[in-house]
């Protein structure tokens, strides 16, 4: 298995370092004709309108919509989340919005730009997974066909629809691996 991670802006390293400790081959994306071999692809944190713009400019945007349509899956952190959602509140900028889900960018507020929680996640298991938010979105609501697997006081922070997986918070900057290990199962067919 081969798993892409989108190299424009933001932290595509970290995610790299952690797949390669899940033992997968990695390949940093940043034309259309790199998504060819790949069998997912992790959109970074980052800036999401820096992004976004990026892959306007590298036509990246309706090329990675017909590789998910015929089947690749995705996965999101943060800016990554905000750019799969197909409703960015009060914000026009480009995205590739295949998430029927409306996401507030930076919706924890200032006071609180950057902190950890430990989230309750049945689906990873009965242990808490230290969740690092960075000037964090989250989604105020989604549509039926969304499953929300984490919530922070009300506001969801880890969302799958279909083949789309998202977090509004930074796994690959900590060691537990269980986000990255659960989007290689859907990428596998087992989740
Ligand atoms: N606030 C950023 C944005 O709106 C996202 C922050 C992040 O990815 N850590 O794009």
Request: charged content about 20%.
């Amino acid at each position: 298995m081969k798993i892409g991670v989108l190299a424009l802006q933001g932290a595509f390293r970290e995610h790299c370092r952690m797949l390669a400790h899940c033992n997968v081959q990695t390949c940093e994306i940043r034309t259309p004709a790199e998504l060819s071999n790949i069998d997912g692809l992790i959109i970074p944190g980052g800036e999401s309108t820096t992004i976004g713009k990026l892959m306007t400019e590298w036509d990246l945007l309706p090329a990675i919509k017909e590789r998910y349509q015929n089947g690749m899956p995705i996965y999101g952190t943060c800016a990554g989340m905000i750019l799969l959602c197909n409703d960015i509140a009060g914000s026009s900028q480009p995205r590739l919005g295949l998430l029927d889900a409306r996401v507030r960018r930076n919706g924890f507020g200032r006071q609180r730009e950057s902190f950890e929680a430990m989230l309750d996640v049945p689906e990873f298991g009965p242990e808490p997974l230290a969740a690092v938010f960075i000037r964090a979105p989250y989604i105020e609501r989604c549509g039926p066909g969304v499953s929300v697997l984490a919530s922070v006081n009300g506001k969801i922070v880890i969302a799958k629809q279909e083949k789309i997986l998202v977090t509004a918070f930074h796994p690959e900057l900590t060691n537990d691996d269980r986000v990255h290990r659960y989007f290689l199962r859907m990428a596998a067919g087992d989740a």
